[in-house]
């Protein structure tokens, strides 16, 4: 169990710092390893999907995250074109609302089914923090649009490290209520 936590923690950690713009692709990429590990061992003491729903989540992700940095690659070509143009606004406003629009979808989706994972996570477990952590993950994609998304999504990220601190305490208390109505 200590090896369930200790990748969690580490994983969650990590992608609290995944917002730095340096760094986002390759803490992301570690952090949802780590945590991907987490879930698979946690998989292993209760069945569920919860791991492939995180699957799911995590290679949604990083390919949004791609595509903000592609995102910023086209912007800049979009404004090279809009110069060389007779009419500069229609490149510049197109390109980046589709950008912005295959983005902002992509981590609605992703945002889902990391709410599904760490949702079911709560039922099985009946850990709090795993469900306010995909429920702040969701209002945090939304919120991409007024720019306070991020923000919010860390502390998601937060709540799921406090998730995997606190999920060896519920499990044992489960085992030990078990052994007791075995007894009874």
Not at 42 to 64: C, D, H
Not at 105 to 113: A, E, P
């Amino acid at each position: 169990m200590t090896k369930i936590k200790l990748f969690g923690v580490i994983g969650s950690a990590v992608l609290c710092f995944g917002y730095l713009p340096a760094f986002t692709i390759y803490l992301s990429i570690i952090g949802y390893v780590f945590i991907g590990i987490s879930l698979h061992m946690l998989s292993k003491v209760k069945k569920g999907r919860f791991f492939e729903n995180f699957l799911i989540a995590s290679v949604l992700s990083v390919v949004s995250t791609f595509l903000f940095y592609f995102k910023i690659f086209a912007i800049i070509t979009s404004i090279v074109i809009s110069v060389l143009s007779n009419n500069p606004v229609v490149p510049l406003t197109l390109s980046i609302f589709v950008y912005f629009f295959i983005y902002f979808i992509l981590m609605l989706l992703s945002s889902y089914f990391f709410f599904k994972s760490f949702y079911e996570i709560y039922t099985l477990f009946n850990n709090e923090f795993f469900r306010y952590a995909g429920l702040l993950l969701v209002l945090g994609a939304v919120l991409t649009i007024f720019g306070i998304g991020f923000l919010v999504q860390i502390i998601g990220w937060l709540l799921l490290l406090l998730g995997f601190l606190t999920l060896n305490d519920i499990i044992e208390v489960e085992i030990i209520q078990e052994k007791i109505e075995e007894k009874n």
